[in-house]
């Protein structure tokens, strides 16, 4: 099944695609590609957004995709731990990424960053909308109930952050260096 098909149905809440894409191996593929699809958007959203030249706007998207592949590795790692630990949920890792990788898809309108204000409200509404959804994909991966799924969702998400933090700084350091 085409990764765009998919893409649209997992934005649009269907909880039957995160189910498919939990029990179909090749699907890790398409959610690893929804995600660099989601990071190149954005950092084209970034490179338009702000001045600083050809070697600026490829450094926000190299950037770009190696946060967010990061990223989406360490938060579905996150989740896994804490659901299979805490609420003993079964599940592996794989099946984890495979529903979040599909939970980012509303984000492509990162894209929209270079609209100021506009772009701003437009992310925030696409990341809102990534949470439900990442929701969704959590509970249909780790099949447990609402409660520990936005337990899980909440200590992941902390943990994620501080990672992230760490990560953004890593990449940042060069990337200001190409200004």
Do not use: C, K
């Not at 958007?41 to 702000?50: L, P, R």
């Not at 804490?82 to 949920?89: D, E, H, Q, S, V």
Request: zero cysteines; glycine letters at 10%.
């Amino acid at each position: 099944m085409a990764v765009a098909d998919r893409m649209m149905r997992a934005a649009q809440g269907q909880v039957a695609l995160f189910e498919e894409v939990e029990h179909d191996p090749s699907a890790t593929t398409q959610a690893l590609t929804v995600v660099a699809i989601v990071a190149v958007a954005g950092g084209v959203g970034n490179a338009i957004g702000h001045a600083g030249g050809v070697g600026a706007a490829v450094g926000w998207l190299i950037g770009g995709v190696i946060t967010a592949v990061i990223g989406w590795a360490a938060f579905s790692a996150l989740t896994y731990v804490i659901g299979t630990r805490l609420f003993n949920a079964d599940a592996t890792w794989e099946e984890v990424m495979r529903t979040l990788g599909f939970a980012y898809a509303p984000r492509v309108l990162s894209v929209l960053g270079f609209l100021g204000p506009v772009g701003a409200i437009i992310n925030f509404a696409a990341y809102v909308w990534f949470l439900y959804l990442a929701f969704v994909a959590i509970r249909s991966a780790l099949d447990i109930p609402n409660g520990p799924t936005l337990a899980t969702i909440i200590l992941a998400a902390l943990a994620a952050f501080v990672i992230m933090f760490v990560v953004t700084l890593i990449v940042a350091i060069p990337l200001a260096a190409l200004r």
